[in-house]
């Protein structure tokens, strides 16, 4: 299994530019988040999905879109690219089982720079 | 709201010691706890899962322990070694949201 993986690594965006960031999972898993992680500040959850066709917002949604069109695949567009979405953001999967419920698989990020 | 802090923010300490790394929530009603590792520039890496029910969790080195009633999680770790240089996070999974600290970044000096 790749796990998760999430494309690019690195970006660099001009204000008011959009682009989508790409996030897989090849667990079969129907828990998917992304987050986006900034100093001193943790990371904190922007939207959330627990399925196939659902979608929900989270803490910080404002100028994020997602959806789900499939179990494998949650990307997060920026509509409209602004300094303040400078960040870190990582794609993270969960399942539930009786064993190991909800533990949380994460990529390896996309570093951000809108300029 | 869930609020998710650990203490202390950052930590050096000599090879081979043990250490104590302490998370604390406000909001006792979780599903889990998570530990993670996250290396400078990496994503992170999941270190232990504590369920609610459970007490403690172990794995070689790390011993994660959690006291819902409380509040508090911590994460133990044996015979430092410089390789656990890193950031450790805690994260609380409540429904349908997970909370994270902000971390505590552990440096062992050789």
């Known amino acids: 299994n790749a796990g998760v993986t999430q494309t690019p690594k690195f970006q660099v965006l001009k204000t008011g530019q959009s682009m989508t960031l790409q996030c897989a999972q090849d667990?079969?898993?129907?828990?998917m988040s992304w987050y986006r992680q900034d100093p001193g500040m943790g990371l904190r959850l922007i939207h959330y999905s627990v399925g196939a066709g659902i979608t929900d917002q989270g803490e910080v949604p404002n100028g994020y879109n997602v959806s789900r069109s499939t179990t494998e695949d949650f990307p997060l567009r920026l509509l409209s690219a602004a300094p303040s979405q400078t960040s870190v953001y990582f794609c993270a999967s969960s399942y539930s089982n009786r064993d190991r419920t909800y533990e949380q698989y994460f990529g390896p990020g996309t570093r951000l720079t809108v300029t | 709201k869930q609020e998710v802090t650990q203490i202390p923010a950052a930590l050096s300490v000599p090879e081979g010691e043990n250490l104590v790394l302490n998370c604390s929530f406000t909001?006792?009603?979780?599903?889990?706890l998570q530990w993670f590792r996250q290396d400078p520039g990496k994503g992170l890496t999941s270190l232990l899962l504590i369920q609610s029910s459970q007490r403690e969790q172990t794995s070689g080195r790390l011993n994660a322990s959690l006291d819902k009633s409380s509040g508090r999680s911590t994460l133990y770790i044996a015979a430092s070694q410089p390789g656990d240089s890193a950031t450790y996070l805690c994260a609380v999974k409540s429904y349908q949201k997970v909370t994270f600290g902000i971390g505590t970044k552990l440096q062992v000096i050789p």
């Open positions: 667990m079969n898993h129907e828990y």
């Open positions: 909001d006792s009603a979780i599903y889990n």
